[in-house]
């Protein structure tokens, strides 16, 4: 990986432990599974957040607002389901 492509990660998982003390509180999680090429962040969520019917406004809302405050290159967060 390139350094770059390493401070481009270290930012979203800065974002991400941002986020994070929230997901739980509500005992869910995320995890980042990659960045593409495309500066799209591909996130697996866990626990409660999985089946809770506003993920998807938590996706948008929360987490991608979060990680552009952080890594504004970055275009959209994608959910990948397990």
Do not use: F
């Amino acid at each position: 990986m390139i350094a770059s492509e390493q401070a481009l990660v270290e930012k979203v998982e800065k974002a991400l432990s941002e986020v994070r003390p929230y997901l739980k509180s509500d005992g869910g999680d995320i995890t980042l599974i990659e960045i593409t090429e495309e500066n799209v962040v591909k996130v697996m969520l866990h626990g409660s957040c999985v089946d809770c019917n506003v993920n998807q406004m938590t996706l948008k809302a929360g987490v991608e607002s979060t990680i552009k405050k952080y890594a504004p290159e970055i275009l959209r967060v994608e959910k990948i389901n397990a």
